[in-house]
């Protein structure tokens, strides 16, 4: 006889609970990850995470490109996938929170259409913004954010680009030449903060990471005063933690 304290506990499917921390863990990963790691990040079995990827795939939530598995077609309608971001109020919520919390101002640009798009931007009193003295959209190449969007582009695009965009002096500081510039965007580590000191403007320094917003590339940043440089590169990884919490916490508003 089923008594009412076990009525009252949800029937979990076990199969569903896994499948879900494969999705989460691959929503983690950018460029994908192979099914190693992600059984490793979901706490699963091998045998079992390649019975769930091979499921998801099947089934349109994931696809495997070159051996990483990313989001399908049907996780992205669902809103878990790279297609279906957060809505645009929840992103200027959390920047605001996050510029208080970090005590930094917090930036969130697109690359759309073949342009820099800054969509978003959050300060304090304490901690204001960088004014935008020269069009955001065409100085890519002297600000933090802008570098960190173009290193995501395929050569043919950055060159398409910067023949729009030429790459010009704004600062003592900034680079100096299309060359140079490609030559920085080559040797970049995705894996690491992309940091501007005094190109933009004198004075400030900046630190850009990729995310995942959207089909479109995207990246977001926080700027300091120079004299405090020193905080730069830890307010830049909590805000990688946060980006990090909130595309997760969409992974797992799949409604079952």
């Not at 399908?72 to 809505?87: F, K």
């Not at 680009?161 to 490609?182: A, E, G, I, K, M």
């Amino acid at each position: 006889m089923t008594t009412a304290s076990s009525a009252a506990v949800p029937t979990l499917i076990g199969s569903v609970q896994r499948a879900l921390r494969l999705l989460e863990a691959v929503g983690t990963h950018r460029d994908g990850a192979p099914a190693k790691q992600l059984a490793r990040e979901a706490g699963l079995p091998l045998p079992t995470a390649y019975h769930l990827l091979r499921t998801l795939t099947h089934e349109g939530y994931l696809r495997r490109e070159n051996g990483v598995f990313l989001f399908g077609a049907a996780a992205e309608r669902l809103g878990c996938g790279p297609a279906a971001a957060p809505r645009p109020g929840v992103i200027v919520e959390s920047l605001a929170r996050w510029a208080d919390v970090i005590r930094a101002p917090v930036y969130c640009a697109l690359y759309r259409d073949g342009e820099i798009d800054l969509v978003a931007v959050a300060d304090t009193p304490a901690f204001p913004a960088v004014r935008e003295w020269a069009a955001f959209r065409e100085t890519g190449h002297a600000h933090a954010l802008g570098q960190c969007l173009l290193g995501q582009l395929d050569e043919r695009a950055r060159e398409d680009h910067l023949d729009r965009h030429p790459v010009r002096q704004l600062t003592r500081y900034s680079v100096r030449d299309r060359l140079t510039f490609l030559d920085r965007l080559r040797a970049m580590n995705r894996t690491e903060p992309v940091v501007e000191r005094q190109e933009y403007v004198l004075g400030t320094v900046c630190a850009a990471i990729p995310i995942t917003v959207g089909s479109s590339l995207a990246a977001m940043a926080v700027s300091l005063p120079l004299e405090q440089e020193e905080r730069l590169l830890a307010a830049v990884e909590q805000l990688r933690c946060e980006v990090t919490t909130l595309l997760r916490s969409f992974v797992f508003s799949i409604s079952i």
